[in-house]
């Protein structure tokens, strides 16, 4: 069982922040196909390049593959000051 995060306005279009994924995903892209077809803007959404992706508290980039267990969460671009 994969456990994902959303934050930021990624949390506020979904309307959770914290969900359990069972069957655990492979890959990222199997993780965001699967949320997209529940879901499509949610999906067009973490589709967007400015969203960064951390899969075991680890910023991925490019295709990673997935643990039975991994925490993956999707980060809407940050600005600060």
């Known amino acids: 069982m994969s456990r994902v995060l959303l934050f930021g306005r990624l949390r506020d279009l979904a309307g959770w ?3 359990q994924i069972e069957p655990s995903p492979r890959t990222l892209a199997e993780l965001r196909a699967r949320l997209a077809h529940e879901d499509k803007a949610l999906g067009e959404a973490l589709a967007h390049p400015s969203v960064r992706i951390a899969v075991d508290q680890q910023i991925a980039v490019g295709e990673v593959v997935l643990g ?3 925490e993956i969460a999707f980060m809407p671009p940050m600005s600060g000051g």
């Open 17 to 19: 922040r914290e969900r």
């Open 68 to 70: 039975e267990a991994s």
